[in-house]
């Protein structure tokens, strides 16, 4: 069986300290088709041909952003691609092949940062579902979001 595309989603802001590390580290550890879609603001045009899919606004929150990137991937995709929200100074050190096994036994799999006063929603420096299941809940990273 065919290993479903994965779409990545990320923010970069104002360096360019991250965006070839954590393009070389996805490249790496993540089998099958890569599709990486960015906000580059303040981040050198020298970097944009990392990403397949390049957006800019400084005039967007961070979570605006995330959802802009959601959508143009939910857009393009098929529900059974797979979906990887990772914050621009977030990279993986090691095969993530485990990690997406785990969307057999979950729908979706992510950091949870508990400390955050009991915050339900899931932390986007690592989260990752079908592009199905994003739709199904009407994803979203709106702040209060459930």
């Keep these: 069986m065919e290993q479903p595309r994965i779409h990545i989603a990320t ?44 957006y800019s606004s400084e ?7 995330l959802d802009v990137l959601a959508g143009h991937i939910v857009d393009r995709a098929e529900p059974g691609d797979l979906l990887l929200f990772i914050d621009g100074d977030a990279f993986p050190i090691a095969d993530l092949g485990p990690m997406l096994q785990k969307l057999q036994d979950a729908p979706l799999v992510a950091v949870k940062r508990e400390e955050n ?30």
């Design 117 to 146: 006063f009991g915050d339900q929603q899931p932390h986007p420096c690592f989260c990752l579902t079908t592009v199905g299941f994003w739709q199904e809940i009407q994803g979203t990273w709106r702040p209060g979001a459930r």
């Design 59 to 65: 005039d967007m929150t961070h979570h605006e952003k």
């Design 11 to 54: 923010v970069h802001w104002y360096s360019d300290e991250w965006a070839q590390l954590q393009v070389s580290r996805l490249r790496e550890h993540l089998p099958g088709q890569l599709t990486l879609y960015a906000f580059l603001d303040g981040v050198s045009a020298e970097l944009a041909p990392l990403f397949d899919h390049i």
